[in-house]
């Protein structure tokens, strides 16, 4: 198991900033930084993320050993771990699921993100919750905290610990067994699957319909569109 040396901030720009410039600097794998307030949180496009205090703002060090080709996979397995956290410590699991390939629903609102940011040997994945405020400023999607979902109070502190943890076990799970092991259990807690969707696989592209039919062996989306299924890596927007 991985060694996890968890650093709590008051503030900073982001953990993401401070994990990655670490990283940079030789800090070993299971380097995690916790932050009260972030003054330039982010999401996945470059969104803005809202950092309230009271809410979850974490990062932590990966240096996956795999390909660089199969990284992007650690972030739907992200996502799932944080289902996993939350089913643990409370939330009925017929309400949360996983919105490809970074958010976490809860009754349709967003209660979690997940941001990877990765160099040439190590990713970042970087985590917020919403624990005990709402951002009210959010237009883009409707949004729930968790202290709204739970009966038994918990600690920032106590939460980050459990989400690392089952983050480096699935992590570690993933090194040994690849992306296949999870697939199945990943779809199920897919948002939208065998649903019409939207996407756009980039600024410049036109929107494209088709049949949201899953994850595919590769961690990718598989779209039907007519009769031919297609499994995108990277898209700009997808609804």
């Known amino acids: 198991m991985v060694d996890i040396n968890l650093n709590i901030l008051d503030v900073c720009t982001s953990t993401n900033d401070v994990a990655f410039n670490g990283a940079l600097k030789g800090e070993v794998e299971g380097t995690s930084y916790l932050a009260n307030l972030q003054t330039k949180g982010r999401g996945r496009n470059h969104n ?14 990966i240096k996956p050993k795999k390909n660089k080709s199969f990284w992007h ?26 919105k490809w390939s970074n958010d976490v629903l809860v009754d349709r609102k967003k209660i979690s993100g997940v941001l990877l940011e990765s160099s040439d040997n190590f990713i970042i994945v970087g985590i917020g919750l919403n624990i005990l405020k709402i951002p009210n400023l959010e237009t883009k999607w409707a949004t729930t905290k968790l202290n709204d979902h739970l009966r038994n109070s918990y600690t920032i502190e106590e939460i980050s610990l459990k989400i690392l943890n089952k983050v480096f076990s699935n992590y570690l799970s993933w090194e040994k067994l690849g992306f296949s092991f999870f697939k199945e259990i990943l779809n199920e807690n897919l948002c939208n699957i065998n649903r019409k969707i939207t996407l756009k696989v980039n600024s410049n592209s036109d929107p494209l319909d088709g049949i949201f039919l899953g994850l595919g062996d590769n961690g990718g989306l598989n779209i039907k569109t007519n009769s031919m299924i297609t499994e995108y890596f990277s898209v700009d927007s997808f609804s």
Do not use: H, M, P, Y
């Open 73 to 98: 996979q650690l972030s739907a397995i992200a996502g799932f771990s944080i289902i996993q956290v939350l089913i643990d410590l409370g939330i009925d699991n017929d309400v949360i699921e996983l």
């Open 48 to 61: 803005k993320w809202t950092s309230l205090r009271g809410n979850l703002f974490l990062s932590t060090i």
